[in-house]
């Protein structure tokens, strides 16, 4: 069986003064306490950060939508990013 035991910092420590905690953390890391978890944005390497945009439609424009996206093997979802970013790259340079 794999030892899967827990890092031995496991609880941050009683600490009777600030050098001696600064020593502490010199030697550990939130990341060996468990349930710590580091917050703030974090992006994945090589994966772009997502911003989530709501469009408002009448039911006909999202039934063409649907329509044009199935006859492309697409769901709509990823066929309005297609045509999004086509849209956005038209007016660079180079293109």
Not at 3 to 10: E, K, Q, R
Not at 75 to 85: D, Q, S
């Amino acid at each position: 069986m794999d030892d899967l035991s827990l890092p031995l910092a496991t609880q941050l420590p009683l600490f009777k003064s600030e050098d001696e905690e600064a020593a502490w953390w010199a030697e550990h890391s939130a990341a060996d306490l468990p349930g710590e978890e580091m917050t703030g944005a974090f992006v994945e390497p090589n994966k772009p950060a997502r911003v989530t945009i709501v469009i408002t439609m009448t039911t006909f424009e999202a039934t063409q939508l649907k329509r044009q996206a199935e006859q492309r093997g697409l769901e709509p979802r990823p066929y309005v990013r297609l045509i999004l970013n086509e849209k956005a790259l038209e007016g660079l340079p180079g293109r």
